[in-house]
C-alpha cells in the first residue's frame, strides 16, 4: 500500500529553529529547490509548529532541505 504522496513521504529527524529552517531527513531525499513540500510532525516528535506547513524549498543536501519559513518562534 503506498502513501499517495508524491514523492513519497520521507522522515524527518530534525528541524532547526531559524528564520530559515532546515529539515533533517533519516536518508537520501529526491526533493528539488523550488519544490513545495507539506510537513507532518506529530505532537510526541517535537517541533508542532511545522505541522501541516506546506512550504517551498529554497536549497537542499542530500539529507536536508531548507525551507522559506521562519521557525525560530
Same mark, same amino acid.
Given at each position: 500500500?503506498?502513501?499517495? *504522496?508524491?514523492?513519497? *513521504? ?6 532547526? =529553529?531559524? =528564520?530559515?529552517?532546515?529539515? #533533517? *531527513?533519516?536518508?537520501?531525499?529526491? *526533493? ?16 508542532? =509548529? ?10 537542499? #543536501? ?10 525560530? =518562534?
Amino acid at each position: 500500500m503506498t502513501s499517495g *504522496f508524491v514523492p513519497p *513521504f520521507e522522515y524527518i529527524t530534525g528541524i532547526t =529553529q531559524a =528564520q530559515k529552517a532546515v529539515v #533533517t *531527513f533519516l536518508s537520501v531525499h529526491n *526533493f528539488i529547490p523550488g519544490e513545495v513540500i507539506s510537513l507532518r510532525v506529530s505532537p510526541p516528535y517535537g517541533m508542532v =509548529q511545522a505541522n501541516n506547513v506546506t512550504v517551498l524549498i529554497l536549497e537542499i #543536501t542530500p539529507t536536508t532541505v531548507t525551507l522559506d519559513v521562519d521557525s525560530s =518562534q
